[in-house]
């Protein structure tokens, strides 16, 4: 069964930081994209960033460029997102998700999208 499980989420003061993990099982992922969603209260569910599953290329949502890396670890079957700078309105819950489609040709807020994540609260706030 295709499963992604995330991780890391938490508590943290503004400016902080946090790493939240996303693993893969049940399916080949090296052949998927694979991407973070964010859920705030009130708000619609954005997207946040993107990794492809060739060259590793990535893309940010202008919120989060410059203080939000995506990478991953093949082997481990693992993405990470490492979030710097951390602000209040980055709260929400964080969707680890993934596709074989191109990444950059997703909805926005995650529409048709194959495989998701059970998500992890990322609480910025004192």
């Known amino acids: 069964q295709a499963q992604l499980v995330e991780s890391g989420g938490g508590l943290v003061q503004p400016g902080g930081s946090l790493r939240l993990s996303c693993v893969a099982s049940g399916f080949s992922s090296d052949y998927y994209e694979i991407g973070w969603f964010r859920e705030a209260p009130g708000k619609e569910r954005e997207g946040i960033s993107c990794?492809?599953?060739?060259?590793?290329?990535?893309n940010y949502a202008d919120s989060v460029k410059g203080r939000f890396r995506i990478s991953k670890d093949n082997a481990k079957k693992t993405v990470y997102l490492q979030m710097n700078n951390l602000k209040p309105e980055d709260t929400g819950v964080y969707y680890c998700?993934?596709?074989?489609?191109?990444?950059?040709?997703?909805?926005?807020?995650?529409?048709?999208?194959?495989?998701w994540g059970q998500g992890t609260l990322v609480t910025v706030g004192s």
């Open positions: 990794i492809t599953s060739d060259e590793g290329s990535t």
């Open positions: 998700v993934a596709d074989r489609h191109p990444c950059l040709s997703w909805d926005p807020i995650g529409r048709h999208l194959e495989i």
